[in-house]
Every structure is written in structure tokens, then in C-alpha cells.
């Protein structure tokens, strides 16, 4: 283990948290999006939702400069209402890009991930590269699929070696044990998590804090590393 460990109040000042370089120019769909990243048509799912008629809500985590979820609220403008459709967006920095009064359901909130309660269960939560620099990615993940609706869906990215043991170990087996167990999915070749519907993920782990340090990851960019206690 590191000699010495952040605390989330310090992981925030880090300026590997702050990383703009990461998620800050995503779109929603192309070359460099929130479609190829996760695998995933974001817009084609919530259009369905849209059509059938429900109220629908999408939750995005670390959402950079709010980039994508712009551009969606003005892809789905034609088929929604703001009383049918909120898009909502957190991120620890506030670099947001200009949200135009039109469009009244694409919120942006600049607050630590960990300070965030919703009001509301989710059709959708994503997390675009987000968890690389998130401290207890274990306990924000739990947060995360609690906040479901029962047929909604959670996709984030997710590098297995950045959750590690007190002797600084990486935790990839136990981990996925926690998450099949819990009925999340994890695709270690695309390292993608994802689960349907509510889950419970509980765990008698105990959160030390995290490492700033650890370097570069599968991205190239610079991330943290979570430890745990095991117990």
C-alpha cells in the first residue's frame, strides 16, 4: 500500500480528479462518444423510452463539460417535453459548456459524486470513464444501482486494477464474486460494468482511501487507485 492515502476530500483537490484532459470534448455519438465508450446508443434507448410514453430520466456521472448531454437534449427536443424527459449531469469541476434556455430538462450540477442524493430513480445512469478517478469506486458503484428504476440501466467503465488490497494487491477476482452476486455484469475485454434494474451490492470491505499516484491506466491518462480492507 502507499505510504500515504487521500481521503476523498483531498482525492478532490488532486489534480488527477480535475484531469481535463478526460471526458471534457466527449459527444454522444461519432468517433470520440459516449456510444463507441460504452458500447451503447444512448439516444436510441431513450428515444424508445420517450415513445412509449413514460417519464423518462438519464443520470450522468463525471459528466465533463456536459458535452453529450447537450447534444442529446437537442436530438430528443422533437419527441419530448420537459415534464417527460430530464437529463441530468454531475461533475466534481464546474467547466460546463452553455446550456441553451430551450432546453429546460438537460440540468447540469457541479458537486462531489459522493454529496450527490437524486430525487428521482433513473431510466439510465452512465459513468464515462468517471470511476478512474472517483476514492471508494466500490461504494459510489453500490450508490449507482440502488438508484435504478426497475427495468433501468447502469453502464460505466471500470479498470479492475485500480481496486486493490491493503497489501496492495489487485482485487479483480473478489470483486467480480461481489458484482455476480449482486447481478452486475462486468466485460473485461471492453471493461464495461453493467447492470439491469435495482441491485443490491453490499460488502464487509472497509474503504482505506486512495492513491494518486498509481500513473497512467488502460486509458493513458493518469488515475487513482481505491484500497480496501478486506474483512
Known sequence: MPKKLLTDDALHRSEVTANAAMNRSRGI???NSYAK??????????RAKLQQGDAVDWLDVCCGTGKALIEA???LA???TAARLTIQGVDLVDMF????????????QAVP???FTPQARFDLITCVHGLHYLGDKLGQIARFVSWLKPDGQFLANLDMA???????????????????RAGISYNSRRKILTCTGPAAL?????YLGADDSAGPNYTGQPASDSYYRLQ
Do not use: C, M
Request: glycine share 6%; charged share 20%.
Open 162 to 180: 485500480s481496486i486493490r488490497s491493503e497489501e496492495n494487491q489487485p482485487l479483480a477476482s473478489p470483486v467480480s464474486k461481489l458484482f455476480r
Open 113 to 115: 459524486v459522493r454529496d
Open 78 to 80: 422533437p419527441v419530448t
Open 97 to 108: 459548456d452553455t446550456v441553451s434556455p430551450a432546453l429546460t430538462y438537460v440540468r447540469l
Open 29 to 31: 455519438a461519432g468517433v
Open 37 to 46: 465508450d460504452l458500447g451503447f446508443d444512448v439516444l436510441a434507448f431513450l
Open 73 to 75: 437534449g437537442r436530438e
Open 202 to 206: 453490499t460488502t464487509s470491505w472497509t
